[in-house]
């Protein structure tokens, strides 16, 4: 059997983990805070805590990462070519920001390893240790919701989204996003990306996108 790497989208668990709970809240009709008993509040950790036990108890993984976001403030490399790249994007509430510092604390805690690099975005920290794990034939499996990283799924490597427990193969990208993982980049490069601010081609919409690189293959063609 093939040695597999687990790797945990680290910043997508803890805003799972902070609205995952609030919208618990309201399921129930009654708000649920958990804090210390100085009064820092302690839902996301809680909730953290859980997803990454829960995962361990249903992989038992021999080799697991997770991986954060820098949060060093050096610029990264698409916000030098891009000023606007992200700008759009609102701060953390402060009772999640006031949580962040115990995230990776956690993780260690758990004898897990923790990646962050500095000026460089958990995506593209991902996308290297996929790279590096498949020069050696090992399987990778991608704990994440972002679609970002669905390009990253193909031959040895699936993308579990497990709030709404779906695996993703290249099969399921095609399925969801219309184009081959190979071609997400271009996809969003036509049809825009809101969360991080970038436009889109007036007039493309996804359904169009599909049907260019279809025709195309990619934007250089």
């Known amino acids: 059997m093939a040695e597999r790497l687990y790797i945990v989208d680290g910043h997508g668990y803890i805003f799972r983990a902070h609205y995952g709970l609030m919208n618990a809240s309201r399921g129930e009709r009654r708000e649920v805070r958990l804090s210390t008993s100085e009064g820092m509040p302690t839902g996301a950790l809680y909730v953290f805590s859980r997803m990454l036990m829960r995962l361990e108890e249903d992989t038992a993984p021999k080799r697991m990462v997770v991986v954060f976001d820098d949060k060093s403030g050096k610029q ?12 759009t994007r609102k701060a953390p509430p402060e009772e999640l920001q006031v949580q962040m510092e115990y995230f990776a604390r956690i993780v260690e805690g758990l004898g897990w390893p923790v990646v962050t690099v500095a000026g460089v975005e958990a995506d593209d920290v991902i996308a290297t240790l996929v790279k590096k794990a498949r020069d050696k034939d090992w399987e990778v499996v991608i704990y994440s919701a972002d679609k970002d990283i669905m ?30 993982p190979e071609k997400i980049p271009d996809f969003l490069a036509l049809v825009g990306d809101t969360s991080d601010n970038i436009p889109s081609i007036r007039g493309v919409g996804d359904k169009t996108a599909a049907n260019l690189l279809e025709q195309y293959g990619t934007l250089e063609a």
């Open 151 to 180: 390009q990253m799924v193909g031959d040895g490597v699936s993308m579990i989204d497990a709030l709404h427990q779906k695996t993703y193969t290249r099969d399921e990208v095609i399925k969801k996003m219309g184009v081959p």
């Open 76 to 87: 990264t490399f698409r916000a030098e070519m891009y000023p606007a790249y992200k700008a």
